[in-house]
T-cell receptor
Framework: AQKVTQAQTEISVVEKEDVTLDCVYETRDTTYYLFWYKQPPSGELVFLIRRNSFDEQNEISGRYSWNFQKSTSSFNFTITASQVVDSAVYFCALMDTNAGKSTFGDGTTLTVKP | NAGVTQTPKFRVLKTGQSMTLLCAQDMNHEYMYWYRQDPGMGLRLIHYSVGEGTTAKGEVPDGYNVSRLKKQNFLLGLESAAPSQTSVYFC?????????????FGDGTRLSIL
């Protein structure tokens, strides 16, 4: 069975601080896909970033960056120079190759204070 | 671009009543999913479909039924609603032709069972 753990339940930062959200996963699959989604107070789910299990290159996209380490089964997500609009619940998700079923972590609530 | 549309957005039911939640997508996606989200938790997969006429059970299928008579629609039914089914329900669709495609989510249906 797959499992995703987001140990940080809530994080509070002041605007312009950098913040890293942690994600640890468990799977027996050799091929899988990892995602981060954002759920703002309005409730919708928005796709942010993805990573394939066979590609450990870390990337930066604007203020977002991610650190995927297969050896430690971690897929951490960093927001640089946080803004109030970044306040949301962030979900890490692990998707299998069998019909693309996803297992979600319980989410990390990020509050960015002005 | 409508994307994924869920109907209704809100509903209050009495215990024992039945109802159907409708999910419609206009992206010609093969795969569709129903999740529930409870307070402080991530999304849990109820049922999913890999194509028209096919459905399969997810992590928490008990008390729900689904149908995929048309490719663009995925219906979630509650035959006899129970208070434990009070939740926010999300529908998602995904392009099955590309393995690492994210899921596209609807805005959710907030369902209360009294």
């Amino acid at each position: 069975a797959q499992k995703v753990t987001q140990a940080q339940t809530e994080i509070s930062v002041v605007e312009k601080e950098d913040v890293t959200l942690d994600c640890v996963y468990e799977t027996r699959d050799t091929t899988y896909y990892l995602f981060w989604y954002k759920q703002p107070p309005s409730g919708e789910l928005v796709f942010l970033i993805r990573r394939n299990s066979f590609d450990e290159q870390n990337e930066i996209s604007g203020r977002y960056s991610w650190n995927f380490q297969k050896s430690t089964s971690s897929f951490n997500f960093t927001i640089t120079a946080s803004q109030v609009v970044d306040s949301a619940v962030y979900f890490c998700a692990l998707m299998d190759t069998n019909a693309g079923k996803s297992t979600f972590g319980d989410g990390t609530t990020l509050t960015v204070k002005p | 671009n409508a994307g994924v549309t869920q109907t209704p957005k809100f509903r209050v039911l009495k215990t024992g009543q039945s109802m159907t939640l409708l999910c419609a997508q206009d992206m010609n996606h093969e795969y569709m999913y129903w999740y529930r989200q409870d307070p402080g938790m991530g999304l849990r997969l109820i049922h999913y479909s890999v194509g028209e006429g096919t459905t399969a059970k997810g992590e928490v299928p008990d008390g729900y039924n689904v149908s995929r008579l048309k490719k663009q629609n995925f219906l979630l039914g509650l035959e006899s609603a129970a208070p434990s089914q009070t939740s926010v329900y999300f529908c998602a669709s995904r392009n099955g032709g590309v393995v690492n495609q994210p899921q596209h989510f609807g805005d959710g249906t907030r369902l209360s069972i009294l």
